[in-house]
């Protein structure tokens, strides 16, 4: 894009906006960039003079990003003119199916490339939900992990969109993940860009401890990526995240697997202080298991991964504990 003068990057979404060209006027959304944001720092296509008689495009009667300006046509895969409908209709229980659930987006490729470094068999699917980045498309991640052939299918819940199923929410998401795209394993996590502001309860991760819930009440198998760290500066992230304690203490009714990996006494220490005194340990079953191979497992796959802007070698025990959970699932599916 050219702003008086100054090229600048912007992202168009076609499904929103229509296609785009050289020499289109558009309008954009400057937000991130004048907010100095890291993760969607960069300008957004609002308006296109060039489509100004774009017609509605898809099918579905269901809108996502309702009541603003923007909100999209979908078909969802439960209502009534989708061919899916009386799989709901139908349902009865999840089947112990396995769902990983993690917090980040940054959880995603990691476990991906472990559950496939041990078995390239495995299939597996995708749920994002929205309390990151909506459209799917802005994740490059998602785009790689498909282009590979690491990620069969995905679906995109409450007002996510772009994924191969539509879904209105995380319970009929998991539905579909299981009924209709049958999968061996399903992993959940946010788009790209949690929310926090430093308290206790105001982060979008928070949605974890409620998905722990969605599964069990549907008869599903809920595995927990828990969020650890011991290179993050700020205090309350360091050994778990004080974003898993809370979600794992309080904030899920019901319980779930949370796989630890093994690391040193130290680090192990802290780790296991952290659990005691929340009684994390009394309500969920905790699992402690090697992580080691996470590196060799990515790399395999061409896989340049950070969180937080730190790789392998900068946070070694984030990594250490997806691949802590892909070891633990692809040996428990076999």
């Known amino acids: 894009m050219d702003i008086n003068g100054c090229k600048a990057l912007a992202i168009n979404y076609s499904d929103l906006t229509g296609s785009i060209k050289v020499g289109d006027i558009v309008i954009l959304n400057t937000t991130a960039v004048e907010l100095s944001l890291g993760t969607g720092g ?194 309350r992230h360091m050994g778990i995240s004080h974003h898993t304690r809370t979600v794992l203490s309080e904030i899920a009714k019901t319980s779930g697997k949370v796989i630890i990996p093994t690391l040193d006494e130290y680090r192990l220490n802290i780790i296991n202080e952290q659990i005691e005194n929340l009684n994390i340990h009394k309500r969920h079953k905790v699992i402690y298991e090697e992580g080691d191979d996470i590196l060799k497992a990515m790399n395999n796959f061409n896989l340049a991964i950070t969180t937080m802007g730190r790789g392998y070698e900068e946070d070694k025990e984030f990594f250490l504990t997806l691949g802590a959970v892909g070891n633990y699932v692809a040996k428990m599916l076999k």
């Open 42 to 235: 960069c300008h957004f296509v609002i308006f296109n003079y060039s489509n100004e008689s774009k017609e509605l495009e898809g099918k579905g009667h269901i809108m996502k990003l309702r009541y603003t300006p923007q909100q999209i046509r979908c078909l969802a895969a439960e209502e009534e003119d989708s061919p899916y409908h009386n799989v709901f209709k139908d349902f009865k229980s999840l089947d112990n199916h396995t769902y990983i659930i993690g917090s980040l987006h940054s959880m995603l490729a990691p476990t991906v490339a472990m559950l496939k470094w041990f078995n390239k068999d495995i299939k597996i699917n995708y749920i994002m939900t929205d309390g990151g980045s909506l459209p799917i498309y802005f994740s490059k991640t998602v785009k790689s992990l498909k282009t590979k052939n690491l990620v069969d299918n995905t679906i995109t819940i409450g007002h996510a969109f772009g994924g191969d199923l539509e879904c209105t929410n995380i319970y009929t998401g998991l539905i579909a993940a299981k009924e209709i795209l049958k999968g061996d394993v399903t992993i959940i996590t946010m788009g790209p860009g949690i929310v926090g502001t430093g308290t206790k309860y105001g982060f979008s991760g928070i949605e974890q401890g409620q998905i722990i819930d969605a599964v069990n009440t549907l008869g599903g198998n809920p595995i927990v990526i828990p969020r650890i760290s011991f290179k993050d500066t700020r205090e």
